[in-house]
């Protein structure tokens, strides 16, 4: 078979590869065609290291070939994301999942199974989904179901009016980056029903991508400048990681509040003016985070509280972010919610007019626990007008959050109403959900109470204890000699040993010298109570192997 030739490439060839062109070309019979401008050029690049030109050097394989090496490594990535840290899906997370797929292969080990109790996974945990909701959600997705007569007509009636909020009368299309307008008028309706009249403009809402994306983007804003004038974050310790997570990817400086542990989990103005104070010597502080009821400490904050963060944050300037997604999990007899939105109004144009707040709220948690879905909605209050319009501009950048979360978020604050076909079951299985959950979160405290060497604040709300653990000198030293945090040695040991998967304090941040775990109180109450009696068991064996 003869060769093919080569055809000579054009200049306007030529100019498509570029600067480059002549190496391109080299060994495809091309020599003829490289002018000497371009050996000129030739020669000035072979001159510049492969460093300084930005390209990947090249080593040796194994085979004896030249190998080219990584564009990305470790070393040439972003340094702020190897700062970002995320404890509920960590290593000890990882390790379970080892665990579960030694299990199915039939490795042999001192449990049947684990228990994961370390994240806010409602459904993975075995909590039933809303029925009203999934029923409009598979209407929305597969509209043919309309004519089924097995669905209720309200849930066909809602259907229909999110489909005709949707381009196209299809889930599957974009909406507008603000999201939905008739589910955001629906939030501001709710909110002003949830707030007792406080009035609400629809404008102020952005539907987002759960709260996380809520969070994220108000951080994306608040964070500038350099050195000591670089934004600071206020956050309680201990902490959601997801805000210490976006503050190391920023760049930003997180600064740490300390919550009271011996006052069930409280907020002293005291403990916010020291953190301040200290924070201004070496960055521009900005903004106050409260989470509300508490993840991982599960306290609810009295309005005399809130009043007086809100009062702090205009005597010091600072930007407010009230993250309240578990507004409707509150179990403790004499505890309440109170929105931040709703007290700041309460206090008077002084506040009301002045204090910029935004508000957070998920379809993730509460009795919905629809994590999947990631639907969530922010409110702005008090924004600069000029900032607003950023803000938009920033949220077009992703487009739309998802569609179907922005549909459940509709259902949650507009749910079937007295009279309506879906009524007296969606309250049916809403009261169960919220009253099995404040009974589980009793029986946690009261378990791990019984235990020497364990002490537990009363769960008043959320999905979570944050109990304090006794870790002898013993064990805190080999922790130590490993290279690990105490309470993260704890925690891996009684993985090891019992399949329980809870997350080590120190993972959320605590008070040094102290050491805690933060567990879920989501299981089904029959694996919840075999979770309790293995950490039980567990505590007393490891205090006992290391005293």
């Known amino acids: 078979m003869s060769a093919t030739r080569l055809q000579p490439l054009s200049h306007r060839h030529l100019q498509l590869l570029g600067p480059r062109r002549s190496v391109l070309l080299a060994g495809v019979g091309s020599r003829s065609l490289t002018s000497?401008?371009?050996?000129?050029?030739?020669?000035?690049?072979?001159s510049l290291s492969t460093t300084r030109r930005g390209l990947p050097k090249e080593k040796m394989s194994e085979n004896g070939m030249m190998s080219r090496a990584k564009v990305l490594t470790i070393d040439t990535m972003n340094p702020t994301v190897k700062k970002v840290e995320y404890a509920v899906r960590g290593p000890i997370v990882a390790r379970a999942v080892e665990l579960e797929r030694e299990l199915s292969e039939g490795m042999k080990k001192p449990f049947s199974e684990v228990i994961k109790a370390n994240i806010g996974d409602a459904h993975a945990m075995g909590q039933q989904p809303i029925t009203?909701?999934?029923?409009?959600?598979?209407?929305?997705?597969?509209?043919?179901?309309?004519?089924?007569?097995?669905?209720?007509?309200?849930?066909?009636?809602?259907?229909?009016?999110?489909?005709?909020?949707?381009?196209?009368?299809?889930?599957?299309?974009?909406?507008?980056?603000?999201?939905?307008?008739?589910?955001?008028?629906?939030?501001?309706r709710y909110i002003e029903r949830r707030d007792g009249g406080v009035p609400c403009d629809p404008d102020n809402i952005y539907l987002t991508t759960g709260a996380s994306d809520g969070i994220v983007t108000m951080l994306k804003l608040l964070v500038c400048g350099e050195g000591a004038t670089r934004a600071g974050v206020m956050i309680s310790i201990p902490q959601y990681p997801l805000y210490s997570a976006a503050l190391a990817e920023l760049g930003a400086v997180q600064i740490n509040y300390y919550l009271n542990e011996e006052k069930f989990w409280s907020l002293d103005i005291s403990e916010l003016q020291r953190a301040l104070d200290e924070a201004r010597l070496y960055c521009n502080p900005r903004a106050l985070c409260i989470i509300n009821p508490g993840n991982p400490t599960g306290q609810v904050q009295s309005r005399e509280c809130i009043e007086d963060v809100i009062r702090f944050a205009a005597q010091e300037r600072l930007f407010l972010m009230a993250d309240e997604v578990y507004q409707d999990n509150v179990y403790a007899e004499g505890c309440q919610f109170h929105s931040f939105k709703k007290v700041l109004f309460e206090m008077g144009p002084e506040y009301s007019e002045t204090v910029e707040l935004a508000s957070f709220h998920s379809t993730s948690k509460c009795y919905m626990g629809e994590c999947g879905f990631r639907g969530g909605y922010m409110e702005i209050i008090n924004m600069d007008d000029d900032v607003k319009a950023q803000l938009t501009k920033l949220l077009s950048v992703r487009l739309c959050p998802p569609v179907p979360g922005q549909a459940l978020m509709d259902l949650v604050v507009n749910p079937p109403q007295p009279g309506e076909p879906s009524y007296e079951r969606f309250i049916k299985e809403r009261t169960a959900t919220l009253s099995t959950l404040a009974e589980k979160a009793k029986l946690t405290e009261q378990v791990l109470n019984t235990v020497q060497g364990i002490s537990c604040n009363p769960v008043q709300g959320a999905m979570y204890s944050f109990p304090r653990i006794t870790i002898p000198e013993k064990a805190v030293k080999e922790a130590t000699d490993m290279g690990q945090q105490p309470d993260m040695f704890y925690c891996m040991k009684m993985l090891e040993e019992t399949g329980i998967c809870l997350v080590p304090g120190s993972g959320f941040g605590q008070r040094e010298g102290t050491y805690h775990f933060r567990m879920t109180i989501l299981p089904r109450t029959d694996k919840l109570k075999i979770l309790l009696n293995k950490v039980q068991e567990f505590h007393l064996k490891f205090t006992q192997q290391y005293s």
């Open 36 to 46: 000497p401008l371009l050996s000129s050029s030739n020669r000035a690049l072979s």
């Open 132 to 188: 009203f909701f999934r029923q409009v959600l598979a209407l929305c997705s597969y509209p043919e179901l309309l004519s089924d007569s097995t669905f209720p007509e309200d849930a066909k009636s809602r259907a229909c009016s999110i489909l005709n909020s949707c381009g196209g009368n299809s889930m599957g299309s974009y909406s507008p980056s603000q999201g939905i307008e008739s589910v955001r008028q629906d939030v501001a």
